[in-house]
């Protein structure tokens, strides 16, 4: 009696663990929905992300190269006055 009580038990819980088991999915190409991708929005974050450095950066590059024009004008300038014995026209600063 012992070993077919040890039995059943074995088999009930058996039946318990298999129910207790998520179920695989079937059909890989079912047509339930999309798939979610968990990282989806971690990408586009950090497709923003970049986006927003590279606009960043670029806006830095041509004010960087503004000033080193309007320095390099006002040098050329005081370099011709000098040679042409002319007094030197200030640039016009915008800001």
């Given amino acids: 009696m012992t070993l077919l009580t040890g039995i059943a038990t074995v088999v009930?819980?058996?039946l318990i663990a298999v129910a207790l088991l998520p179920s695989k999915k079937r059909d890989s190409n079912s047509t339930t929905g999309p798939t979610l991708n968990p990282f989806e929005g971690f990408n586009r974050s950090i497709n923003l992300r970049e986006?927003?450095?590279r606009e960043e950066s670029e806006a830095i590059a041509s004010e960087y190269?503004?000033?080193s024009n309007e320095a390099?004008?006002?040098d050329v300038s005081i370099k011709a006055?000098?040679?042409l014995k002319t007094p030197a026209k200030p640039m016009s600063r915008k800001s």
């Fill in 12 to 14: 009930v819980l058996l």
């Fill in 51 to 53: 986006q927003q450095l």
């Fill in 65 to 67: 190269k503004r000033r």
């Fill in 72 to 74: 390099w004008l006002d």
């Fill in 81 to 83: 006055s000098e040679l």
